[in-house]
């Protein structure tokens, strides 16, 4: 079962197809509005106020304005109703033959320009500064000005379009601390930032630090719980580099205050996000009590870096069956988790195999009537994250 993130550039992508779903022009009735508003700054922080952060759409206007969110999902939903996206069309570059749309910024953050037009391959608008010098760099579908500070820029528009659709926004840096499914932007400082969450239980935390603007150089990240007054490291330093389909680092974590520590270049930004699943401890640890693996059903478990013990699971046959065939997936941030298949009253295992990382193996054997078990067990001091188990 293939795990997904969400990162910027799947963000960046609800965006731009917000515009899609809400139709052309972009907007919303007088009514409706008010009540876009109300849905959207209910889920907004404090930067967002009185429908405030973000003007309204409006076709081939002469200003926009950047408001500005806590987080990628703020602004995402701001703008799946209508606010904040802006619509030019060619009329606008008979007035204007330099092709400029003044774009004021109110507050500091990181300035993102996502744009969208109905052409194949057409060309992007760009982002300029108060010189009307280029600003920012590219990122799918739009451009980024890491650590932008208020003032006037400018949006060039294209050459040659029908119609193109601008929504520019600021996202708030420096996240301290991160909620639940919420992507938000960090820019590289050349040192380690903090991020802190918490696990109020037993679970699955699945971790991104994607980098949003193309560089060879990684984001380097790892993951610290507190103990006392302390923070000690859980799992193994991660590199994240970037590429259109960035996945997750999932850690296996009990209960407790944890943080991100990650760095980056100061030319460099990364979404943040973590995305936790509570899993209750109903593995089996003895053989004779190993709890029933159903056929084509999934059996998912974690292991923590304070979990050790073995865990069994039984498979009954009730009649002869030529193979029985198995998957087997880890997502381990650090160490191994092996698979070892035994006959009921055999002591050679009939099928064993070692998983480490993001991996899946389909594997087979032979089978007669009767009770198999297998047994997981981790190795490596630091090992913690993900496992599953099917039977088809």
Not at 45 to 66: C, H, L, Q, T
Not at 133 to 148: S, Y
Request: aromatic fraction near 12%.
């Amino acid at each position: 079962m293939k795990r997904c993130s969400i990162c910027f550039t799947s963000i960046i992508l609800s965006v731009v197809l917000g515009a899609r779903l809400i139709g052309f022009p972009i907007s919303v009735s007088a009514g409706d509005r008010k009540n876009a508003a109300n849905v959207s700054i209910g889920r907004m922080g404090s930067d967002v106020r009185g429908g405030k952060g973000a003007k309204a759409s409006g076709m081939d206007k002469d200003i926009m304005e950047a408001g500005r969110f806590t987080s990628m999902n703020e602004a995402s939903m701001y703008m799946m109703y209508g606010d904040g996206m802006y619509t030019f069309t060619q009329s606008y570059l008979r007035d204007h033959s330099d092709r400029l749309v003044e774009l004021r910024v109110k507050e500091e953050g990181s300035l993102i320009l996502v744009s969208f037009q109905e052409e194949d391959n057409a060309q992007m608008p760009s982002l300029l500064d108060r010189q009307k010098r280029p600003a920012g760099q590219r990122i799918p579908d739009g451009a980024v000005k890491l650590k932008a500070e208020p003032g006037t820029y400018y949006v060039r528009l294209p050459k040659d379009f029908t119609t193109v659709f601008i929504a520019p926004f600021v996202i708030k840096d420096n996240p301290r601390k991160l909620s639940n499914e919420i992507s938000y932007i960090q820019s590289g400082q050349g040192r380690y930032t903090y991020h802190s969450f918490t696990m109020g239980k037993r679970g699955t935390a699945d971790i991104t630090a994607s980098p949003i603007v193309k560089q060879k150089t990684p984001v380097v990240f790892y993951v610290q719980r507190r103990e006392g007054r302390r923070w000690k490291n859980i799992g193994r330093q991660q590199k994240s580099y970037f590429t259109s389909d960035t996945g997750t680092v999932v850690y296996g974590l009990k209960k407790g205050t944890y943080r991100i520590a990650a760095r980056a270049g100061t030319e460099q930004g990364y979404s943040l996000c973590v995305i936790k699943t509570f899993i209750p401890a109903k593995y089996k640890t003895k053989k004779k009590k190993a709890k029933t693996l159903k056929r084509f059903r999934e059996q998912y478990d974690l292991y923590t870096v304070t979990e050790k013990a073995s865990r069994w699971y039984r498979i009954s046959v009730p009649k002869k069956r030529k193979k029985i065939f198995m998957e087997a997936e880890t997502y381990m941030n650090s160490g191994k988790i092996r698979f070892t298949v035994y006959k009921k009253g055999r002591k050679k295992p009939v099928k064993s195999l070692s998983l480490s990382g993001e991996k899946v193996k389909t594997f087979s054997f032979k089978s007669s009537k009767g009770t198999y078990y297998i047994k997981v067990m981790k190795s490596g001091k630091q090992a913690n994250g993900s496992y599953w188990l099917y039977q088809y």
